[in-house]
């Protein structure tokens, strides 16, 4: 099962009638019967989202940001020359599933929440390389805890050769196929031992992009929080809310930049950053066999406070900045 603890109940469906999206209805069914000749089979026309659903303390059941996921949702699927998704779909099947599945959603405390992943699949015969004609949407989800190890806890990751997208790829929407590409580099960087592998930039291999399904951001000596801007890298909704959090709530600088490898000591405190990741602090970082170790190899200080905000946003515990909270009644 990988991420998740266990399997939920209840999901939605959705499909495309001559292009254009028709209401869905949950289900309990987990299997997709669809045509062998299917797009999402051969030519990869598939995309995906995460985002979580958390309980506070009172109870209450909150989403974060859900808008920037589907705003991004549908640069991908113009990417994808699929249709776009209306907003009443797309949060009426992420709400009727959280609803549904709402016995599944981790009590606050234990620092669990629920992963819900919407998707879009081309669907339907289709033997040619061309956009298919027909489409599924559909939304589950599961419980979860952290995505690397448990809690906040330093770990050591290694730059690879290898790209998981390229300078104008598909890099900047979540399409299956940039994690089908990174299936490799990590399978070998986890084999030597590493929590993950940092992608270069596809061009010049000398900049910092990702840290395999997470951006990438450090703290400079001098304390500014910086993060990479690429055209290959996944625009992340937990590094915008960060930089603002670093710049907002702690009133620190910030910018985004290139991130060269070879001066990645400019760095005191290193983190990779996304819905499942959370903050993950990266202890070291190996790029051809050099080892650079963040600070003394701990957790940072400032690192901490980001994620002690971020994660009190989540769960209610910390008032959200306007617009961020999306409660599901
Ligand atoms: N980068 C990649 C490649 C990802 O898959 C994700 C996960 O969504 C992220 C970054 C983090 O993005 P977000 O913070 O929006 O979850
Ligand atoms: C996410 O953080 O939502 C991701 O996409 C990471 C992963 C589980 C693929």
Redesign the pocket.
């Known amino acids: 099962m990988g991420?998740a603890l266990k399997e939920t109940e209840y999901r939605y469906r959705a499909y495309t009638k001559n292009g254009v999206w028709q209401v869905g209805k949950l289900t309990t069914d987990k299997y997709i019967s669809i045509h062998e000749g299917s797009n999402v089979f051969h030519y990869g026309q598939a995309l995906?989202?995460?985002?979580?659903a958390y309980k506070t303390k009172a109870g209450k059941i909150q989403l974060f940001r859900p808008d920037l996921n589907f705003i991004r949702i549908n640069e991908g699927l113009r990417r994808l020359v699929a249709p776009e998704l209306p907003e009443d779909l797309f949060f009426a099947a992420i709400i009727e599933v959280v609803k549904a599945n709402q016995d599944d959603i981790p009590e606050y405390g234990n620092g669990q929440s629920l992963?819900i992943?919407p998707f879009v699949i081309g669907q339907g015969m289709n033997l040619g390389v061309k956009p298919s004609d027909e489409y599924l949407f559909s939304v589950f989800c599961a419980p979860v805890g952290t995505?690397f190890a448990g809690g906040l806890q330093a770990l050591d990751f290694v730059t690879t050769d290898y790209d998981r997208a390229s300078a104008n790829g598909t890099g900047q929407v979540?399409v299956a196929g940039n994690?089908a590409a990174s299936l490799y580099p990590r399978s070998i960087a986890k084999s030597a031992g590493y929590a993950g592998v940092i992608y270069l930039d596809p061009l010049t291999h000398s900049k910092i992009d990702e840290v395999?399904?997470?951006n990438f951001f450090g703290i400079t000596h001098d304390n500014v929080l910086v993060t990479p801007q690429s055209s290959s890298i996944?625009p992340?909704i937990?590094k915008r809310s960060i930089l603002y959090i670093a710049e907002h709530m702690l009133g620190m600088k910030v910018e985004e930049r290139d991130c060269f490898i070879d001066n990645i000591s400019e760095f005191k405190e290193g983190g990779a950053c996304?819905?499942?990741?959370i903050i993950t602090p990266l202890k070291s970082v190996t790029h051809k066999g050099k080892v650079t170790q963040f600070g003394d190899g701990k957790v940072g200080s400032t690192i901490k406070k980001i994620y002690d905000i971020l994660v009190g946003i989540y769960y209610g515990d910390i008032e959200a900045p306007e617009g961020w909270i999306r409660e599901i009644k």
């Open positions: 991420y995906f989202e995460g985002l979580k992963y992943r995505y979540k994690y395999g399904a997470a996944l992340s937990t996304g819905t499942a990741a």
